[in-house]
C-alpha cells in the first residue's frame, strides 16, 4: 500500500493530469484523419508547438519519468499485492507502458533528435501499417496507455460530483476516441496505398524502427554517404530504444529485489497484532499500514481511494495500544480535520503500528462492484449544502403532563407543521430523532438560495406552530417552542443508514455544527440561532440582530452567529 506525503499525492496526480492530458490531444489528433491527412498534419503542426517547446518538453517528459518513478515508489512500499482489482489493473497496465513505448520513442524522438528532421504522419502510418508486428504493438500499446489513464482519471474524479452527473456522455467518448483514432490511421493507410506500396518496397521491408532510420532523407541522393546515414540513424535509434528497455527492466528488477529484501527483513521482525473488532487477532510487522494488514488477512475493508489519503473512507477508531501509534502525517491530519475526526479516529491507510493495537472500522467495507448501488450504509457525494435542526423544547415535561397517547397527537401535530412548512420552502426532512429533526436546505436550488429558503423555512415554522398553539389554547400548560439552528457548508450527502431503512441525509462537520448551534437557542432563551456563513450566502441585511461569537462544542474555533428572538421578525428581510 501507497504510503504519500501530500506533496508526493499533488505531484503524482498532477503529472497524471499532465500525461492524461497528451494522450487524449495526441488520440484526438489522430482523429482527425477521417477528415484528411492534410487536416491531421496540420492540426500535428500547432499542437507539436507546444510540446517541443522547452515548457513543454519539460512539462511532458518530466511528467512521465516523474509519474514513473512514483510508480515504483508505490510498488516497494506495498507490503501486499491484495489490493482492489482496479489498483492491481492500473499497477499492470502502468508497467506495461514503457516495454511497449520504446520503440515509438526511439523512432519518434531518435529521428529527430538524430538526423535533426521532421517526422510526419504519412511516414509513421506507412511504417506502422507496413509491419503487422509494429501495427499489433501500437494497437496494444493505444489500449493499454489509454485504459490506464481511465483507471486514474475515473478514480481521481469520480469524487467530484460534476464528474458523475456528466457519465452519460463521457464513458461514451471514452470508448469512441480511441476507436476513431484507430480508424483514422486505417483510413490515411488506405488513401496512401500503404499495403499495395509494401510490395514495392516504397516504406520498405525492414520495419517500423528501421523506416524511421532510413526512411528519412535531408534532400541528398541515395549514394554511399546516404546509406551510411541511414545505417548510423537505425543503429542509434536501436541503441537508444534499448538503452530505455534496459533502464526500465534494471528499475523494476531493482525495486522488486528491494522490495523482497525489506519484506523479508520485516517478517523476520518482532511481529505486531492488530486486534480486529470481528474478534481476529491480525498479524504484520512494523512498516504495514493497518488497511495492508487487514488487506492481506482477506477482511475487506473501505477504501474509496485506493489508500492513497484522499477520502476518510477507511477511518477506525483506536484502542488499547493507539498511543503507541505514529503521530498522523501532514496528508493524514489534513484529512482528518476536515471531517472534524474525534482524538482516536485515524485512517488506515496511513497508520503503521510498532506494536499490538484494537481497532474498529467505522464504515461498513464495499468491497465488490454492486456496493456502489446497495441500499444502506454510506453512499453519498461531498456538496455544499444547508442545514437546520429543529427540536421542540421540553417535550419531557409535555410527557409528565398529559397521557402518552395525547403526546402522541400533540407531537403528531407538531411534525405535521413542521413538515408542511419544509415542504413550501424547499426543506428535504433527512432525519428525525425524538422530539427533533434535521432539514436540509439547497439540495436542488444551490447553496445561496438554500440559505434563504432555510431562513423562510424558519419563518413558516414559527408561523404555523403560532396558530397549533392557538388551535390547542386549552389542552397545553403552556405553549410549545422549538429551537433553530443554520448553518451551510461542505458536507456528505447521499443515501445512508440500516439496509433495512435507508435515508436521503448528510453528515459531516457542518451538520454537528448546526446541531450544536440548534443546542444553543436554549442557552441564549432565543428561538433562532443562524450562523454568520449563511447570512453572507443568503445576501440578507441582518444588523438589526445581535451578533456574537460563540464556542461550539468539538470545534477549536468559535463561530459567529446571529441570535434571533422570534423568526417572524426576519420576514420583512427576506426578498420576495
Known amino acids: 500500500m501507497t504510503y504519500l506525503s501530500l506533496f508526493e499525492r499533488r505531484l503524482r496526480i498532477s503529472t497524471g493530469l499532465i500525461l492524461a492530458t497528451y494522450i487524449i490531444v495526441h488520440l484526438a489528433n489522430h482523429s482527425l484523419g477521417l477528415v484528411s491527412l492534410d487536416v491531421m498534419e496540420t492540426a500535428r503542426e500547432t499542437v507539436t508547438r507546444f510540446w517541443r517547446h522547452w515548457t513543454g518538453a519539460v512539462l511532458l ?18 507490503s501486499t499485492l491484495r489490493i482492489p482489482p482496479w489498483e492491481f489493473c492500473q499497477l499492470l497496465l502502468g508497467l506495461s507502458i514503457v516495454p511497449l513505448l520504446a520503440g515509438h520513442v526511439a523512432a519518434t524522438f531518435g529521428t529527430r533528435a538524430f538526423l535533426q528532421g521532421t517526422v510526419d504522419y504519412e511516414l509513421v502510418i506507412g511504417g506502422i501499417l507496413n509491419d503487422p508486428w509494429v501495427s ?8 493499454v496507455a489509454w485504459s490506464h489513464a481511465l483507471i486514474g482519471l475515473h478514480f481521481f474524479f469520480r469524487l467530484f460530483r460534476g464528474y458523475r452527473r456528466s457519465t452519460k456522455v463521457l464513458y461514451p467518448l471514452a470508448v469512441l476516441l480511441p476507436v476513431l483514432a484507430i480508424l483514422a490511421v486505417v483510413r490515411v493507410g488506405i488513401d496512401l496505398d500503404v499495403w499495395g506500396q509494401k510490395e514495392a518496397g516504397a516504406y520498405g521491408q525492414s520495419g517500423y524502427e528501421q523506416n524511421y532510420g532510413g526512411g528519412y532523407d535531408h534532400g541528398g541522393g541515395g549514394g554511399a554517404e546516404s546509406q551510411y546515414s541511414q545505417t548510423g540513424t537505425k543503429a542509434a535509434n536501436e541503441i537508444f530504444r534499448d538503452w530505455v528497455l534496459v533502464t526500465f527492466y534494471g528499475l523494476l528488477l531493482l525495486t522488486l529485489l528491494a522490495r523482497y529484501l525489506r519484506l523479508n527483513v520485516g517478517y523476520r521482525k518482532a511481529a505486531v497484532s492488530v486486534y480486529h473488532s470481528n474478534g481476529q487477532v491480525l498479524k504484520g510487522f512494523p ?5 495492508e494488514i487487514i488487506r492481506y488477512h482477506r477482511i475487506p475493508h473501505a477504501s474509496v481511494c485506493g489508500g492513497r489519503g484522499r477520502c476518510t473512507t477507511c477511518r477506525i477508531r483506536v484502542g488499547a495500544g493507539g498511543e503507541s501509534l505514529p503521530a498522523p502525517t501532514p496528508l493524514e491530519k489534513s484529512a482528518l480535520e476536515r471531517i472534524g475526526a474525534a482524538p482516536k479516529v485515524r485512517l488506515a491507510c496511513q497508520s503503521r503500528p510498532q506494536s499490538d493495537v484494537h481497532v474498529s472500522p467505522l464504515l461498513p467495507a464495499h468491497p465488490g462492484l454492486d456496493s456502489s448501488v446497495r441500499k444502506g450504509g454510506v453512499s453519498g457525494e461531498e456538496r455544499e449544502i444547508v442545514a437546520m435542526f429543529v427540536d421542540l423544547r421540553d417535550s419531557t415535561g409535555l410527557a409528565e403532563q398529559r397521557m402518552p ?8 401535530r407538531f411534525f405535521l407543521e413542521v413538515s408542511e412548512a419544509l415542504s413550501v420552502t424547499h426543506g428535504h426532512y433527512a432525519q428525525f430523532a425524538g422530539d427533533g429533526l434535521l432539514a436540509l436546505y439547497g439540495l436542488e436550488r444551490g447553496v445561496a438560495q438554500g440559505c434563504r429558503d432555510a431562513l423562510r423555512g424558519a419563518v ?7 396558530r397549533l398553539n392557538g388551535s390547542l ?49 436554549k442557552e441564549m432563551d432565543c428561538v433562532l440561532i443562524v450562523s454568520d456563513a449563511v447570512v453572507q450566502q443568503a445576501g440578507v441585511d441582518f444588523t438589526a440582530f445581535p451578533r456574537r461569537q460563540l464556542n461550539l462544542r468539538g470545534k477549536q474555533r468559535a463561530e459567529w452567529v446571529y441570535i434571533v428572538d422570534n423568526p417572524l421578525e426576519i420576514a420583512r428581510l427576506l426578498p420576495e
Do not use: W
Open 61 to 78: 517528459y518530466g511528467s512521465l519519468v516523474t509519474h514513473f518513478s512514483l510508480g515504483l515508489i508505490s510498488l516497494y512500499r506495498r
Open 136 to 143: 499489433t504493438r501500437q494497437l496494444v500499446l493505444i489500449l
Open 287 to 291: 512498516g504495514q499500514s493497518i488497511l
Open 405 to 412: 397517547y395525547d403526546v402522541l397527537f400533540v407531537l403528531n
Open 460 to 466: 413558516e415554522m414559527q408561523s404555523r406552530l403560532d
Open 473 to 521: 389554547e386549552g389542552e397545553l400548560r403552556q405553549p410549545l417552542v422549538i429551537g433553530i439552528g443554520v448553518h451551510c457548508g461542505e458536507a456528505i450527502v447521499g443515501v445512508m443508514g440500516p439496509p433495512s431503512n435507508p435515508n436521503y441525509s448528510a453528515i459531516g462537520d457542518h451538520i454537528n455544527a448546526a446541531a450544536r448551534l440548534e443546542s444553543k437557542t
